[in-house]
């Protein structure tokens, strides 16, 4: 089988996967959701869907940085990155051991390209379209829920020490504005530094939303951001909900239903 993986790159594989290392937490969960959880051999610390994961599969590092020798030890007939959670010389490096595939996820489009993409890696192609039929059961589902729903400028914030924010041309952006609002920092590059002091200059948002992750916002962080942004309400948002890609997408729209509710 000859594939192209998101980035182009052509990628050979002789047989169907019976070994697989994912370094990317939502891609382990479509796994897991694909029926593929006996073939999954290595994950990463941060692979924390599902939960049982952590006690039965093997963990071979970071996102950032892995144990090359874990993985070589594994012996994977693949190896699952992406273009953003993981980097370039990681890619390099991890093609010493076996074929790597690698996502590039900017919309809800590309999500379900990748989930059919592996229906034909992996040969679970029914499994793969049961996902993607839900998911644009209930993408249409939402945008009839929303389209009545009044246009909010909001910031997503990412980071502290520095402040970081999601920026333009990243999957975080596309579903702010799925949700129907407008990213103050949409038009800077992907995850800017920012200064908070700075936040009604950069666009006076209505939203300020702390993400669940990567950084464990808290109360002193609400209120640390409060003190610059004058009218806009601070609002606690569930990171996955927003970043996860893949079969998370089927419980995101709920999700995204009840943060409307509560604004």
């Given at each position: 089988?000859i594939i192209?993986d998101?980035?182009q790159?052509?990628?050979i594989?002789?047989k169907?996967?019976?070994?697989i290392?994912?370094?990317?937490?939502?891609?382990?969960?479509l796994?897991?959701?694909l029926?593929?959880e006996?073939?999954?051999?290595?994950?990463?610390k941060?692979c924390?869907h599902?939960y049982h994961?952590k006690?039965?599969?093997t963990i071979?590092?970071?996102t950032?940085?892995?144990k090359?020798?874990?993985?070589?030890e594994l012996q994977p007939?693949?190896?699952l990155?992406n273009?953003?959670?993981?980097?370039?010389?990681m890619v390099e490096e991890?093609?010493?051991i076996a074929?790597v595939?690698?996502?590039?996820i900017?919309t809800?489009?590309?999500?379900?390209?990748?989930i059919?993409?592996?229906?034909e890696?992996f040969?679970?192609?029914t499994?793969?379209s049961r996902i993607?039929d839900k998911?644009?059961?209930?993408?249409r589902?939402?945008r009839e829920y929303?389209a009545?729903?009044?246009?909010l400028k909001?910031a997503y914030f990412?980071?502290?020490e520095p402040w970081?924010?999601?920026?333009?041309?990243?999957?975080i952006d596309?579903l702010?504005?799925?949700n129907?609002?407008?990213n103050i920092y949409?038009?800077?590059?992907?995850?800017?530094?920012?200064e908070?002091?700075?936040?009604r200059?950069?666009?006076?948002p209505?939203?300020?939303?702390?993400?669940?992750?990567?950084?464990p916002?808290?109360?002193?962080h609400?209120f640390?951001?409060?003190?610059?942004?004058?009218?806009a309400?601070?609002?606690?948002?569930?990171?996955?909900?927003?970043?996860?890609y893949g079969?998370?997408?089927?419980k995101?729209?709920d999700?995204?239903?009840?943060l409307?509710e509560?604004?």
């Open positions: 089988m192209k998101q980035i790159r052509e990628i594989l002789e169907v996967p019976g070994r290392v994912s370094l990317v937490p939502s891609q382990t969960e796994l897991f959701d029926g593929l006996d073939s999954i051999a290595g994950i990463t941060f924390v599902p994961f006690s039965v599969k071979v590092g970071g950032k940085k892995v090359y020798d874990r993985i070589r007939d693949i190896i990155c273009k953003e959670e993981n980097t370039r010389e991890l093609e010493k074929p595939h690698v996502s590039d900017f809800i489009k590309d999500s379900l390209d990748l059919r993409q592996y229906g890696i040969s679970c192609r499994d793969a993607t998911i644009e059961h209930r993408l589902d939402f929303i009545d729903k009044p246009v909001a990412i980071w502290r970081m924010v999601a920026g333009g041309n990243t999957f596309h702010l504005t799925l129907g609002f407008e949409g038009n800077k590059e992907r995850y800017p530094v920012v908070l002091k700075k936040i200059l950069e666009g006076d209505d939203l300020v939303f702390l993400s669940s992750e990567p950084y916002f808290k109360e002193e609400a640390e951001a409060g003190r610059f942004t004058h009218h309400k601070t609002v606690f948002v569930d990171g996955e909900m927003f970043s996860w079969s998370r997408l089927v995101a729209f999700y995204f239903k009840m409307r509560r604004l």
